[in-house]
């Protein structure tokens, strides 16, 4: 989706960065009616001009719902870790080949799977790398973070074309039912300015020549099965589905 999209920045400390980030990203817009990106001095955000109380949209892994869901969120114990195969002992290499804003990426990175994160998308790729840059610098979280998470801006379909890994994991943007309460106020201003991902069926054989053990696709609950392929089982949560796709059991002594 090739949107000319403003940055805007404020803050005279900002300039030189905001001006690399413009030329890095190709954000030369000077006026949209749709979206704007802001650079601020706690991160990079993305505002829905038309509609601004949707709130700005930005990468957070140190705080807010990512530091809970870490903590809280029910470790290994939780429908994705099944979904991807983690067991005790078991370090995994994993492609999160539609990344997003990230989340899911950083609850297997922080479970202990090595993730390599693709976007195509400019704007998700620059709030992703401004989200990561903050992480890498947090005491906390910042060693692992650094060793378990990379970005690589391009091309899913691309980048599974050249690579092996051990799980790819596919999360495709999917066109929500309009009135659904389940698409938060960000994930509609995202989906917004990312579009769809209509091309999701032919990232599937890709992701299945690319994987040695599993893929596993995320869907809404009311979606069919990508590409119309089913998979080897399903696991369900509240508001969608893991739909695994089994090439071969993972090593108990894969390290």
Not at 20 to 42: A, I, N, Y
Request: hydrophobic share 40%.
């Amino acid at each position: 989706m090739n949107i000319n999209i403003p940055l805007i920045c404020n803050e005279r400390e900002l300039r030189d960065k905001a001006k690399m980030l413009r030329e890095k990203w190709g954000f030369l817009g000077t006026h949209s009616d749709s979206f704007q990106l802001h650079l601020l001095p706690e991160h990079l955000a993305l505002e829905q001009v038309d509609d601004p109380k949707q709130g700005l949209v930005f990468v957070d892994f140190v705080s807010g719902g990512a530091a809970h869901r870490r903590k809280f969120g029910g470790g290994k114990g939780q429908s994705i870790a099944k979904a991807i195969g983690l067991k005790s002992g078991v370090n995994l290499d994993v492609i999160d080949a539609t990344a997003g804003l990230g989340r899911d990426a950083f609850v297997l990175a922080s479970l202990g799977c090595n993730v390599t994160l693709v976007e195509r998308s400019p704007v998700a790729a620059a709030l992703l790398e401004d989200g990561l840059e903050r992480a890498y610098l947090n005491l906390e979280i910042g060693g692992w973070m650094q060793q378990r998470m990379q970005l690589h801006f391009g091309s899913g379909y691309e980048y599974l074309k050249e690579h092996q890994t051990d799980v790819v994991y596919l999360d495709p943007m999917f066109p929500h039912k309009k009135k659904s309460a389940l698409v938060k106020k960000e994930m509609r201003v995202f989906q917004g300015v990312v579009g769809a991902d209509l091309d999701a069926g032919d990232l599937l054989d890709v992701a299945l020549n690319a994987a040695r053990y599993r893929v596993v696709v995320k869907r809404p609950d009311y979606a069919p099965f990508l590409n119309d392929k089913k998979p080897s089982m399903s696991i369900k949560t509240k508001k969608n589905r893991f739909d695994v796709y089994v090439k071969k059991a993972i090593p108990a002594n894969k390290s």
